[in-house]
């Protein structure tokens, strides 16, 4: 059984730091896929927050995180991060990853594989 699974969620202040993790079990191995972060605010629909290329490695951002996040991948642990700098109560959200074995810019109605997300409550 495919299994994504994040963790590192948890409650922190207005311009702290949080450091997610997406592990990957079950007859995946996530250097073969691109893998995206989403999330889902409440009250709002999910979207894509970053996504690292399976095909060259590129990363991309959402215009609201950029230059505060940080997607990268540690394909010998199986497993990618999200480091979150300066955080703001706008990024109080349940965040998800998910994988893609033939896009390379994490389209949210085409990945494969998607985790069950772990809670972000970022506090004034």
């Known amino acids: 059984q495919v299994q994504l699974v994040e963790s590192g969620g948890g409650l922190v202040q207005s311009g702290g730091s949080l450091r997610l993790s997406c592990a990957a079990s079950?007859?995946?191995?996530?250097?073969?896929?691109?893998i995206g972060w989403f999330r889902q605010a409440p009250g709002k629909e999910r979207e894509r927050v970053s996504c690292i290329s399976n095909r060259d490695g590129a990363t991309d951002y959402a215009d609201s995180i950029k230059g505060r996040f940080t997607i990268t991948r540690d394909n010998a642990k199986n497993t990618v991060y999200l480091q979150m700098n300066s955080l703001k109560t706008e990024d109080t959200a349940v965040y998800f990853c998910?994988?893609?074995?033939?896009?390379?810019?994490?389209?949210?109605?085409?990945?494969?594989?998607w985790g069950k997300g772990t809670l972000v409550t970022v506090s004034s």
């Open positions: 998910a994988a893609a074995l033939y896009h390379n810019n994490c389209p949210q109605n085409a990945m494969d594989y």
């Open positions: 079950g007859f995946i191995t996530l250097g073969y896929y691109t």
